[in-house]
């Protein structure tokens, strides 16, 4: 829509300059504008996050897995229609079995723009996921227990759709952490076997600012 205004302003100034009298002038360029966000944006949301050890299932319950769900905030930089860095740090304040998680993370954001408003992109970043011990349905001796606080690589990819000029809706799926080795231990109280790596990933549904 915003590259159609700009064309249909740049079509009529063109066609006033040449037949205006009758002559035939020299047209100077029109300068079309960039209609991509530049500079600093912020913005925020909730998750559906998932802590595991070796089995994963999106739709169901398994064995090691907690679904909590976050808030978090980011901030970042747009440097051009194509490339942005984002930082962001999230915790999860909900559903809450047997870990109290805590992530923060730089991405590079590479994006294209597949239509004025709508937008497409990847992360790929390093982050840091930390993982507490929480009095839901954890053994006693992991409350308030560190679990796991280690850094890695971290990517996902996602969508974003411009509601105004300022405002932005995206939804991304992001990997935090993939089997990173913990000291073998029992996640859940019921659940007698020892797991010694975790992983964590995240659903995210967000908005953001753009100045």
């Given at each position: 829509m915003k590259k159609a205004i700009l064309s249909m302003v740049a079509a009529g100034a063109l066609s006033g300059t040449l037949f205006a009298g009758g002559n035939i002038a020299p047209v100077a360029p029109v300068p079309v504008a960039d209609v991509c966000h530049h500079g600093f944006y912020v913005g925020g949301g909730g998750s559906i996050q998932r802590t595991y050890s070796t089995d994963k299932d999106w739709s169901k319950f398994v064995a090691t897995q907690d679904k909590t769900n976050?808030?978090?905030g980011l901030i970042?930089?747009?440097f051009n229609c194509y490339l942005s860095v984002e930082g962001r740090i999230s915790q999860s304040v909900?559903?809450?079995d047997y870990a109290d998680v805590l992530?923060?993370?730089l991405f590079l954001k590479p994006q294209y723009p597949v239509t004025?408003?709508?937008t497409v992109y990847g992360l790929l970043g390093y982050?840091?996921?930390r993982v507490k011990g929480t009095d839901?349905?954890?053994p006693a001796a992991n409350v308030g227990k560190t679990i796991v606080d280690k850094g890695s690589f971290q990517w996902g990819l996602g969508m974003g759709y411009d509601v105004t000029d300022s405002w932005s809706l995206f939804v991304d799926y992001t990997s935090l952490m993939k089997d990173k080795s913990?000291?073998?231990q029992r996640l859940y109280y019921y659940d007698p076997k020892k797991y010694d790596k975790l992983s964590d990933d995240a659903i995210n549904v967000g908005v953001i600012y753009h100045f």
């Open positions: 976050p808030i978090f970042g930089y747009q909900y559903e809450e992530t923060y993370s004025d408003d709508f982050g840091v996921v839901g349905d954890t913990i000291t073998p």
